[in-house]
């Protein structure tokens, strides 16, 4: 039987990793994240997780260490967010290059400077062109189903790339929630044993991994990331269908909600999702058009399914909690690539919103839904929305 | 007739066809470091090939593994430029895991080690993973043709420590890096010279057998970087050992009171000058029109080797 468990994000990041029972953790603390590697470090101590835990001396050490630990064979895991995942940076895109399907767990949050330690996505946008696969929670319960998950895509022989997924800071990693724990047996059949075919570094068949590409070469290899994150797409479909039978909860790569008859549908991911649902459920009482959607999986970005989505709607209104400057949200950016060459197409506005933790209230949902509904009568003014600012203080 | 065992071992795992140019001494360090390993693994565990490497971004890995080749007989992984030891470390764990039997060896170069990786190295080292690590030192950046790095030594030409007016080339002592090391207290730390292969070899050996970490520095000349011909190679890395340049040790758990030193005039008179060693190497040329800087380069070798517990004449 399940059990259940009233516990933080961080903590049903921890439980996930345990389950899935990694060989190699290497991992260093940093807000909001910490406590994924001290709850691991406990169940190591305990002797509930058999495996090796690497208390090294940065994240750049500790990607590097599961680069390690994944190319000589076993299944490793890590934790961190923000600067760490930032100083991570260059070898994220070294373990998908050389086709490590190494997890990790993010505690999303703000970027300095000014120096944050609250939620926004910006950590993980930012590691969008690295070749992860990324995951975002809405819940708790979807952190630990999320990262399980993402062993099974990430290990698909179809895929071998590494997987990440976030769950906002403190809003979902110091929050505690209700969050049930599925049983080690059907974990254990959901993810097999980690047996790769393509690396190992094993004295009997000896290999070299990690070599110089030509330019013969190197475009190819890169050829083969991106058709692995294609082939993920399937994959992901297939693994959300496999946990829902063995574990009962259902995974798509975007949610929809109330979005049938919906003029306007307001796109976003991670625990916002659920604040959105609020408000289109009040919105609806009123007698508004209103729907939401939540994009589950980013990369892959699920451009079907907002294909799909845009049919529905006269405005899509994309509520995210990350900039690029000079161009606008990456969200954005993404769900107007996907609609570029529709014949039809919605109006697609962007709203930067809750940067480094900013609460994001019903007050402005209201002026973010507003502005997408004079949009839909007046046509549009300007495509990227800061909402929340504080114009007293600018 | 008794046929003798060769002193080293006949087996190879840096295979020829590397691209390395002809007379490059870490290429001798790549070829007889993987071989002592070997005869290590043999003797410890009745295995030679149970290791593996994790090799730092820098001339040598890039020599040696240029898909769809390589060079490597041994399992190999090479992922960038600052974290061989943490790689390292990370390999190790999984074959603890794994239950492989064995040790993992590290290469990274005097820039991957000295400078950039230095985190990653004291991290591994103070962890004490089961890891010898080995500090090629060619004494530059020479994979991005050769720029200054913290192992250069005083004096020394290189593209970001040319000489001019201003500047009388390098303008800093020599770091070194095994004393870093020692200050960890891991079991084993030593300098050899591919102008002694034996002494490197059991250097290697000693360091592959012990459990836990151990660190050695291997001086290795470099064609272009130092500007020899390619046949001068062993020789100048010769007379860096006899002019004092290149001090021969081995400390154990840090006890650098105890340190053990090779091939050191017992009187502690060097016979022959540095002179003799910088006339070789064109990146020293521009020294001999400026004696104040060779006589502080004995300053700094004479001071180093106070460090290191000797007082030392030179010539
Ligand atoms: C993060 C990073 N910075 C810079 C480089 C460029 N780079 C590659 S190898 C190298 C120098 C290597 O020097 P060293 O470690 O001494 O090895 P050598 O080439 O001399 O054998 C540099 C600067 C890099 N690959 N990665
Ligand atoms: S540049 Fe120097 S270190 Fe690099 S291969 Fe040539 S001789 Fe060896
Ligand atoms: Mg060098």
């Given at each position: 039987m399940p059990m259940r468990k009233v516990m933080k994000g961080n903590e049903a990041a921890a439980w996930a990793a345990k389950l899935a029972k990694p060989k190699v953790i290497?991992?260093?603390?940093?807000?909001?994240?910490?406590?994924?590697?001290?709850?691991?470090?406990?169940?190591?101590?305990?002797?509930?997780?058999?495996?090796?835990?690497?208390?090294?001396?940065?994240?750049?050490?500790?990607i590097s260490?599961?680069?390690?630990?994944?190319?000589?064979?076993?299944?490793?895991?890590?934790?961190?967010?923000?600067?760490?995942?930032?100083?991570?940076?260059?070898?994220?895109?070294?373990?998908?290059?050389?086709?490590?399907?190494?997890?990790?767990?993010?505690?999303?949050?703000?970027?300095?400077?000014?120096?944050?330690?609250?939620?926004?996505?910006?950590?993980?946008?930012?590691?969008?062109?690295?070749?992860?696969?990324?995951?975002?929670?809405?819940?708790?319960?979807?952190?630990?189903?999320?990262?399980?998950?993402?062993?099974?895509?990430?290990?698909?022989?179809?895929?071998?790339?590494?997987?990440?997924?976030?769950?906002?800071?403190?809003?979902?990693?110091?929050?505690?929630?209700?969050?049930?724990?599925?049983?080690?047996?059907?974990?254990?059949?959901?993810?097999?044993?980690?047996?790769?075919?393509?690396?190992?570094?094993?004295?009997?068949r000896p290999i070299t991994q990690g070599t110089l590409g030509f330019p013969a070469h190197y475009m190819e290899a890169r050829y083969k990331v991106w058709e692995a994150m294609e082939n993920a797409r399937q994959v992901i479909k297939e693994v959300f269908e496999e946990f829902e039978k063995k574990f009962g909860r259902k995974y798509q790569m975007v949610e929809e909600y109330k979005t049938d008859d919906a003029e306007i549908v307001m796109i976003t991911m991670g625990s916002l999702a659920g604040t959105l649902k609020e408000f289109v459920d009040k919105k609806r009482e009123e007698g508004v058009k209103v729907g939401a959607a939540k994009i589950t999986v980013y990369r892959p970005f699920p451009i079907e399914e907002i294909r799909a989505l845009a049919k529905k709607a006269k405005v899509l209104a994309i509520l995210e909690k990350d900039i690029s400057f000079g161009s606008g949200g990456a969200v954005f950016a993404d769900v107007a690539r996907s609609l570029i060459n529709e014949k039809e197409k919605p109006i697609v506005l962007d709203f930067i919103i809750g940067l480094g933790g900013r609460d994001v209230t019903f007050g402005q949902l209201e002026e973010a839904l507003s502005i997408a509904e004079k949009a839909m009568k007046e046509g549009v003014e300007e495509e990227v929305y800061w909402i929340g600012l504080r114009k007293e203080i600018l | 007739m008794a046929v003798r065992k060769p002193p080293i071992t006949t087996r190879e795992y840096w295979a020829p066809g590397h691209a390395a140019c002809a007379g490059c001494g870490c290429a001798i360090i790549m070829r007889l470091a993987t071989k002592a390993f070997s005869e290590a693994m043999e003797e410890k565990y009745g295995d030679p090939d149970a290791f593996a490497i994790a090799h730092a971004t820098g001339c040598m890995e890039v020599v040696s593994a240029v898909f769809p080749y390589t060079a490597w007989k041994a399992p190999w992984i090479h992922v960038a430029f600052e974290n061989a030891a943490a790689v390292a470390s990370g390999v190790e764990a999984a074959w603890k895991k794994l239950g492989y039997k064995g040790k993992i060896l590290a290469f990274g170069g005097d820039g991957g080690t000295a400078d950039i990786g230095l985190q990653a190295l004291s991290g591994m080292l103070e962890r004490r993973h089961n890891v010898v690590y080995i500090m090629y030192d060619n004494e530059a950046y020479m994979n991005t043709g050769i720029q200054r790095s913290s192992s250069t030594p005083y004096g020394a030409w290189t593209t970001t420590s040319p000489p001019g007016k201003y500047s009388i080339g390098e303008d800093k002592p020599k770091k070194w890096v095994a004393l870093i090391a020692a200050a960890h207290q891991i079991p084993y730390v030593a300098t050899a010279s591919i102008a002694d292969p034996y002494d490197l070899y059991r250097k290697v050996k000693k360091a592959a057998k012990i459990d836990g970490p151990a660190f050695l520095q291997i001086h290795g000349p470099c064609v272009p970087g130092w500007r020899i011909p390619p046949e001068k190679t062993v020789e100048v890395a010769k007379l860096a050992i006899e002019t004092g340049v290149w001090p021969l040790f081995e400390i154990e758990n840090g006890d650098i009171r105890n340190i053990k030193f090779q091939r050191f005039p017992k009187d502690g008179k060097f016979k022959k000058p540095i002179e003799e060693y910088l006339k070789l190497q064109g990146r020293f040329k521009h020294l001999f029109k400026r004696p104040e800087a060779i006589q502080e380069l004995k300053e700094q070798i004479k001071a180093m080797w106070k460090v290191l517990g000797k007082e030392v004449e030179l010539p």
């Open positions: 290497a991992a260093f603390p940093i807000t909001p994240s910490t406590l994924v590697p001290e709850k691991i470090s406990e169940f190591v101590a305990n002797g509930e997780l058999d495996a090796e835990f690497i208390k090294v001396e940065s994240e750049h050490s500790a260490a599961c680069v390690g630990a994944s190319a000589a064979g076993v299944r490793a895991f890590t934790a961190t967010a923000s600067q760490g995942l930032a100083l991570m940076h260059e070898i994220l895109f070294i373990a998908a290059g050389m086709r490590l399907p190494i997890v990790m767990a993010i505690g999303n949050r703000a970027l300095s400077a000014p120096i944050n330690i609250w939620n926004d996505w910006q950590d993980t946008i930012s590691e969008r062109d690295t070749g992860w696969i990324q995951f975002y929670a809405e819940n708790n319960q979807e952190a630990l189903d999320l990262i399980l998950i993402a062993f099974k895509v990430a290990e698909d022989e179809r895929v071998l790339l590494p997987a990440m997924t976030g769950f906002d800071a403190f809003i979902l990693t110091h929050t505690v929630e209700p969050v049930e724990i599925p049983d080690q047996e059907l974990v254990d059949e959901f993810l097999g044993e980690y047996k790769p075919k393509h690396a190992y570094l094993d004295p009997k | -």
